[in-house]
């Protein structure tokens, strides 16, 4: 669907459906869209984990540049822990896909505080348009 300023935006998931990673990545490179972008919620056997991360196939590409900038606006702005940007090629997402990918860790489920702002609908309605910000600069 075509956003205010004539940018398309393909969502791979509207309900909660499950699509197989190699769909998500046909669908992606069928696209031919400037940018996949992934959001997850984090999780680790130890309730200390917390905070958000961003991934990308490997620093240098233009991938990397959307994961840099993704990030310092969700660093900055959400009061989650900074994980940093990590290089993580093995990933089939960012593996696979031909356009640049980016996949944000947007906190963890399993610790206390990230997992509350994470049920709290403005929290992740702020988080989305902090992203949104980061894509588009």
């Known amino acids: 669907f075509p956003s205010h300023d004539n940018r398309c935006f393909c969502v791979m998931r509207s309900a909660d459906v499950y699509k197989s990673l190699a769909e998500r990545v046909a669908i992606a490179n069928k696209a031919k869209s400037d940018l996949f972008l992934s959001i997850h919620c984090n999780s680790h056997h130890t309730e200390a984990a917390n905070g958000v991360e961003t991934l990308c196939y ?61 049920k709290d609908p403005e929290f992740i309605r702020h988080a989305a348009r902090l992203i949104a910000r980061g894509a588009t600069k």
């Open 58 to 118: 490997s620093s240098g590409t233009k991938a990397y540049i959307y994961a840099r900038e993704i990030h310092k606006e969700l660093r900055m702005h959400t009061g989650l822990k900074d994980r940093g940007i990590k290089a993580m090629p093995w990933l089939y997402v960012l593996h696979h896909t031909t356009n640049p990918a980016v996949l944000v860790e947007l906190g963890f489920i399993s610790n206390k505080s990230d997992s509350e702002k994470l």
